[in-house]
């Protein structure tokens, strides 16, 4: 078997690199290998020591290619979610082969003319997912190749990190030795692999409940339309531990570990454990109740702070409800106490494969199964964004009929009749307060466009 045969999901997160080995067949794939090791060279899931969390990189991979038998020189690497921009992208070209037969080469063209028209400043577009195609006026197409025409136009949300981010990414995995065969948004890939196609389309929220951030993405319509961030997770509630008891991190992440819940009614107050106290001879006994305290009081804030996010935008009550994913879901009662703050139409989602079933794991997996869900439209814009970082020289000059002009960058707003409609964002305000603004009506329905 060689790496031709598989696919490689890396997730870089705050505490822990993790790395999934997949065999893909069609539809279908298999777990052949898994990896991990202790992160590092992370802060809050950004990258801020390229050499140590190469590193990382290496002892996760080198333990997976062991596993798995086969040497891995490239991977399916996740980007986070946070702080990433939705811009609506539109491009249109001209069809110039003789037959006018449209080719891959221009839908190629067209995606480049889309990403063209999408800037803002220090960040750069990760991810494009065309909401539809026109040919010669003809709206509504999915995929025109082999369509004949003389005009094709596209539409489409364009997702936008921070260069930084990325270029750090890309060097450290440079670093360890490795090729990044391509950079998958994680709310895409998740929504993906554990969302049902109603659940896409109907409306659910994601929430990633991870070692340094918690991140919440709407997900209507099949395409990511909203992300907001809790810059606490699972390092903060080992911190409380820490500081309340006053025991050391290590052993604080220890006994959240052993002992730990996020519900205090689901622990008993006799049940106790001894703990190593700073300045203390003799160990102090603690029971598990007042250990659940503790984390969920951490646990109660983050949940607030996610819903008020929501809220803000009326995402609140999605018939998908919420999917929760990330090492922290596995907390025991965790479940109960999202379902607290957020309703009963709360789930954890979990890796089914076999030695897998754990949500730590879920990132890793979703980013190694990615190829799966992807036609053979997908994997072509995903090419033209891979090429673009990689300064790849188009095949041929572009002949345009329009350029979206600056003031047409829009974060998207969808409407029940499965149409997006825009609002134009005002220059001044920031952008958090451009993204509530736009999105607050992104339930509302709109029949502009169906007049």
């Known amino acids: 078997m060689s790496q031709a045969d598989v696919t490689v999901g890396l997730d870089i997160g705050t505490t822990m690199v993790k790395v999934v080995v997949a065999q893909s067949e069609g539809r279908r794939f298999n777990v052949i290998a898994t990896g991990a090791a202790a992160s590092a060279g992370l802060r809050r899931g950004v990258i801020v020591d390229i050499n140590e969390t190469a590193k990382a990189i290496r002892q996760a991979v ?221 160990k102090k006994a603690v029971d598990e109740r007042y250990l659940a305290e503790i984390m969920g009081a951490r646990y109660d804030q983050i949940f607030d702070r996610l819903y008020s996010q929501l809220e803000s935008i009326g995402a609140t009550d999605l018939p998908g409800g919420y999917l929760l994913t990330g090492g922290n879901a596995a907390t025991p009662a965790l479940l109960t106490k999202a379902q607290e703050h957020l309703g009963e139409n709360v789930s954890v989602a979990s890796p089914n494969q076999i030695g897998l079933r754990h949500p730590a794991y879920a990132r890793a997996l979703a980013y190694a199964s990615y190829p799966v869900f992807q036609n053979d439209l997908s994997r072509l814009i995903k090419a033209v964004l891979m090429g673009q970082r990689t300064g790849a020289e188009r095949q041929q000059e572009v002949t345009t009929y329009h350029q979206v002009d600056r003031q047409d960058q829009l974060i998207e707003a969808p409407t029940d009749a499965e149409r997006e409609t825009a609002e134009v964002l005002p220059e001044k305000p920031g952008f958090f307060q451009r993204m509530k603004q736009s999105i607050h009506s992104l339930f509302a329905e709109t029949d502009d466009e169906d007049e």
């Open 62 to 282: 080198d333990q997976a290619a062991a596993k798995a038998n086969l040497p891995i020189e490239s991977v399916v690497a996740g980007l986070p979610s946070n702080q990433v921009e939705i811009q609506k992208a539109a491009g249109l070209v001209s069809i110039e082969n003789q037959n006018k037969r449209i080719t891959d080469q221009d839908v190629v063209n067209v995606t480049h003319q889309a990403l063209d028209a999408v800037s803002a400043a220090d960040k750069e577009v990760v991810e494009f997912l065309p909401t539809e195609f026109t040919v010669d006026g003809f709206d509504g197409i999915k995929d025109p190749t082999d369509m004949i025409g003389v005009r094709l136009e596209v539409t489409g949300l364009a997702y936008l990190a921070d260069t930084k981010v990325v270029d750090s990414l890309a060097v450290a995995i440079e670093k360890a030795g490795l090729r990044a065969e391509a950079f998958v948004l994680s709310s895409i890939a998740l929504s993906q692999a554990f969302l049902s196609d109603g659940e896409r389309d109907f409306g659910t929220v994601l929430i990633d409940l991870a070692g340094g951030q918690s991140t919440a993405a709407v997900i209507h319509d099949g395409k990511v339309k909203y992300t907001t961030v809790d810059y606490e997770g699972g390092s903060q509630v080992t911190k409380d531990i820490s500081t309340v008891l006053g025991i050391a991190t290590q052993d604080a992440e220890s006994i959240k570990r052993k002992y730990g819940s996020a519900d205090p009614y689901q622990a008993s107050p006799d049940q106790e454990f001894l703990v190593n106290v700073v300045g203390l001879t003799d």
